[in-house]
């Protein structure tokens, strides 16, 4: 079973600090991973993407992936409170065509 | 930009009634998804397709069936809705190889009493 583990949180963090959310994945064959933002009630919506080993940054964001230890995070510099959200992770996992697996998710809390 | 819609923002129908979910794309991508959202589960993918007419079981195919007679548009049909189909459905699309990243639609909550 292919699975990509977040924890559910909450993470609560104070406005204008770095949140740190982390997921990790089965699957060492693994190619694409991302990140996206959910808001309550709302459809996940895409923040962005990586593919290689490092650090990627768009904006106030920061994705990093490690293959060798499965895991990839998003940082989130200088947090503010529309950034109080769910974060999902999701992997394409070798072999599974255009599919990907997401985990349940991370709610994040920034506080005034 | 990417423009997936769908056919209704909520849904509320009746134990046993045939229901038809439909998203549509305008940017002629050739992978369509359907999954649902439950509190606690995370998103499950019902079903996939990768082109017209071709259609892929997900995890959790059991109860749907799905109809791509069309690029643009691929429907979800639940036969016989049951109350345990009370959920967040939601559409996705992506484009060929390469391009693996998947943009929603704004989902359907359908309530099934």
């Known amino acids: 079973q292919k699975e990509v583990e977040q924890n559910s949180g909450p993470l609560s963090v104070p406005e204008g600090a770095i949140a740190s959310l982390n997921c990790t994945y089965s699957?060492?064959?693994?190619?694409?991973f991302f990140w996206y933002r959910q808001y309550s009630g709302k459809s996940p919506e895409l923040i962005m993407f990586?593919?290689?080993?490092g650090d990627k940054e768009d904006g106030r964001f920061t994705a990093q992936l490690n293959k060798a230890s499965q895991y990839v995070s998003l940082l989130i510099r200088d947090s503010q409170p529309s950034d109080s959200a769910t974060y999902l992770c999701?992997?394409?996992?070798?072999?599974?065509?255009?599919?990907?697996?997401f985990g349940t998710g991370t709610r994040l809390q920034v506080t005034l | 930009d990417v423009k997936v819609t769908q056919s209704s923002r909520y849904l509320v129908k009746r134990t046993g009634e045939k229901v038809f979910l439909e998203c549509v794309q305008d940017?002629?991508?050739?992978?369509m998804f359907w999954y649902r959202q439950d509190p606690g589960l995370g998103l499950r993918l019902i079903y996939f397709?990768?082109?017209?007419?071709?259609?892929e079981k997900g995890d959790i195919p059991e109860g749907y069936s799905v109809s791509r007679e069309k690029k643009e548009r691929f429907s979800l049909i639940l036969e016989s809705a049951s109350t345990n189909q009370t959920s967040m459905y939601l559409c996705?699309?992506?484009?060929?190889?390469?391009?693996?990243?998947?943009?929603f639609g704004p989902g359907t909550r359908l309530t099934v009493l």
């Open positions: 397709s990768y082109d017209v007419k071709m259609k």
């Open positions: 940017m002629d991508h050739e992978n």
């Open positions: 990586i593919y290689s080993n």
């Open positions: 699957d060492r064959g693994s190619q694409s």
């Open positions: 996705a699309t992506s484009g060929g190889p390469g391009t693996d990243t998947q943009y």
């Open positions: 999701a992997v394409r996992y070798t072999g599974t065509a255009s599919k990907l697996t």
